[in-house]
């Protein structure tokens, strides 16, 4: 839950005025996102939210983000769309924070999504995927697999309280993963990021994509991988592979998968789930006792790690091999 | 900044399914309140907030605070109007929390407010407390003067800190106060907590007034006190006589003061900022340092109290006896 840099209604109205979007109707920050402090903004031309940028999303990123937002947005996808002022400024700043304006989509998320949202969701992250061939910004990964080794020796021995020996687990698991990641699969534009609760649905139906601010170039399936984490496993630990399968097969619907990249699937489940292993592990040591937002647990993602290091095929996650 | 007890789609569409509202359209929590979780719902029908009540309420006093806002809304005041489900109840459950839906208010608020919402939020005030005359419920203010010496003992020295003395001084205070406390003035239905942050307004017009969950059967003038405090300080701890005037001048408009309750005034004053002073200092001292909410710095109320110790007259506060 995120609100850490108030607005208040005489600076709204003096940022407003730099708009044509109508006067405030209704104003409430909202606690979705854990990075951002976000407003939801009723005005009397629509609905909106406003998204003060935290330390966190370095300022340099925030044109590509912002850029990829509206390409998207052009091209069909139901993602917010940023509002420009009337000086045609989409990011601007507000109360020391970069800020920007946004559409408000309607749409409600799940964390135990259906198998019929996996199918749908998944044709979603293809559309987006081909969406982006045309788009001209760049953003590498911060966090991809070039990162994770400094990442796993910044976290401390206080890390072995969560389990014995974890330190020295996760390394050897990372030697396997890196040992063995792929090259040369296809990349572009990435979400990296697409959890439940960054997507929004009526019915089945994908009302929108959200919270862009991981976005990078990367490899297509690597995106896929990090979806089968998120979204098909369930909260006891086990792993859904009718979920998965649906979520595949809505994705090569609308963008077939390549041989390399459906034998690649194993490996960058293992890949992904360590990435998100490792990033929770650091939050759950560094973050302060009096943090506004508590990290994520990174034992889910441990036990995925495992999951995923039992499985050697594509098949084991429901992919058939043409 | 509030939501303690989380509501995922399923738990919310089976809840819903309780009432003629229609379905989600949308649903965000947001970070009003810090008693209680509130959610932001747009249906198919309308905008709602849904609350669950979290542990600081008394769950026997919830009929209370419910049929006071069904009672003020049909009395044609701006406030929350409580949804009943399909069996005409209010009150429910929800993730086993109490929980309630209340018709959503358009309307911004602002912690600085102008002279002239002073003025407007003082005929709010006395208009909500006539139309109180004939409701018909009960519940006593647990935090009044009888309630204040118990509430000192129970801070201990770390209050010191704060200020060398502090405690010894608060008590000195108190005694005073208690001294003096009037008694037999005009009473009925009170809000007890008209903070500018409970009060949403459109320019200067009063749209919904908010946050029932102190209300009590108290003293008129004592509510007024509340917002004399809540109002009428600027952020450097300045007394703006110019509000103060307006949002007496404002409630007499509708409700004409007595004198005896004009005389009263200034040690209402004293009282109203010792109760909202203790209850900071209490949860100062015993707020963990990982909650979620952080709590007020109590100092600021220190600062009125010795602002209204120097103030022996109504004048000084602008009201002009007849």
Same mark, same amino acid.
């Given at each position: 839950? &995120?609100?850490?840099?108030?607005?208040?209604?005489?600076?709204?109205?003096?940022?407003?005025?730099?708009?044509?979007?109508?006067?405030?109707?209704?104003?409430?920050?909202?606690?979705?996102?854990?990075?951002?402090?976000?407003?939801? =903004?009723?005005?009397?031309?629509?609905?909106?939210?406003?998204?003060?940028?935290?330390?966190?999303? %370095?300022?340099?990123?925030?044109?590509?983000?912002?850029?990829?937002?509206?390409?998207?947005?052009?091209?069909?996808?139901?993602?917010?769309?940023?509002?420009?002022?009337?000086?045609? *400024?989409?990011?601007?700043? $507000?109360?020391? /924070?970069?800020?920007?304006?946004?559409?408000?989509?309607?749409?409600?998320?799940?964390?135990?999504?259906?198998?019929?949202?996996?199918?749908?969701?998944?044709?979603?992250?293809?559309?987006?995927?081909? &969406?982006?061939? %045309?788009?001209?910004?760049?953003?590498?990964?911060? $966090?991809?697999?070039? &990162?994770?080794?400094?990442?796993?020796? @910044?976290?401390?021995?206080?890390?072995?309280?969560?389990?014995?020996? =974890? $330190?020295? *687990?996760?390394?050897? /698991?990372?030697?396997?993963?890196?040992?063995?990641?792929? @090259?040369?699969?296809?990349?572009?534009?990435?979400?990296?990021?697409?959890?439940?609760?960054?997507? =929004?649905?009526?019915?089945?139906?994908?009302?929108?994509?959200?919270?862009?601010?991981?976005?990078?170039?990367?490899?297509?399936?690597?995106?896929?991988?990090?979806?089968?984490?998120?979204?098909?496993?369930? @909260?006891?630990?086990?792993? %859904?592979?009718?979920?998965?399968?649906?979520?595949?097969?809505?994705?090569?619907?609308?963008?077939?998968?390549?041989?390399?990249?459906?034998?690649?699937?194993?490996?960058?489940?293992?890949?992904? &789930?360590?990435?998100?292993?490792?990033?929770? $592990?650091?939050?759950?040591?560094?973050?302060?006792?009096?943090?506004?937002?508590?990290?994520?647990?990174?034992?889910?993602?441990?036990?995925?790690?495992?999951?995923?290091?039992?499985?050697?095929?594509?098949?084991?996650?429901?992919?058939?091999?043409?």
């Amino acid at each position: 839950m &995120a609100v850490y840099t108030r607005v208040n209604e005489d600076e709204l109205n003096a940022f407003l005025s730099e708009y044509d979007i109508g006067t405030a109707v209704s104003f409430s920050g909202i606690t979705e996102g854990v990075e951002n402090s976000n407003y939801r =903004l009723k005005t009397t031309q629509g609905d909106f939210i406003l998204t003060l940028y935290e330390k966190r999303v %370095n300022p340099d990123d925030l044109p590509f983000f912002i850029n990829l937002m509206g390409h998207m947005a052009k091209r069909g996808i139901n993602c917010p769309q940023p509002v420009a002022d009337q000086q045609g *400024q989409v990011l601007k700043t $507000l109360n020391n /924070r970069m800020a920007a304006m946004v559409t408000f989509l309607d749409g409600t998320s799940n964390n135990s999504p259906s198998a019929q949202r996996c199918h749908a969701v998944g044709k979603a992250l293809a559309a987006m995927h081909l &969406a982006g061939d %045309n788009f001209d910004g760049f953003r590498a990964n911060a $966090l991809d697999h070039q &990162a994770w080794s400094a990442l796993l020796a @910044s976290c401390d021995d206080s890390a072995n309280t969560l389990k014995s020996g =974890l $330190l020295s *687990q996760a390394q050897e /698991r990372l030697d396997g993963i890196l040992k063995e990641w792929p @090259s040369d699969l296809p990349r572009g534009v990435c979400h990296a990021d697409l959890f439940p609760d960054n997507v =929004l649905f009526t019915g089945d139906d994908v009302t929108g994509i959200i919270d862009f601010y991981f976005a990078c170039i990367d490899d297509f399936a690597y995106d896929l991988a990090i979806m089968l984490n998120a979204w098909c496993f369930e @909260s006891d630990g086990s792993f %859904n592979v009718t979920k998965s399968r649906q979520l595949v097969q809505g994705y090569q619907s609308i963008r077939p998968l390549s041989d390399d990249e459906i034998n690649a699937i194993p490996i960058l489940c293992r890949g992904s &789930a360590m990435r998100f292993f490792l990033t929770r $592990l650091y939050d759950w040591i560094n973050t302060a006792k009096d943090a506004q937002v508590r990290p994520h647990n990174p034992m889910d993602y441990w036990t995925r790690l495992n999951f995923h290091h039992q499985v050697s095929t594509p098949e084991g996650y429901g992919i058939n091999r043409s």
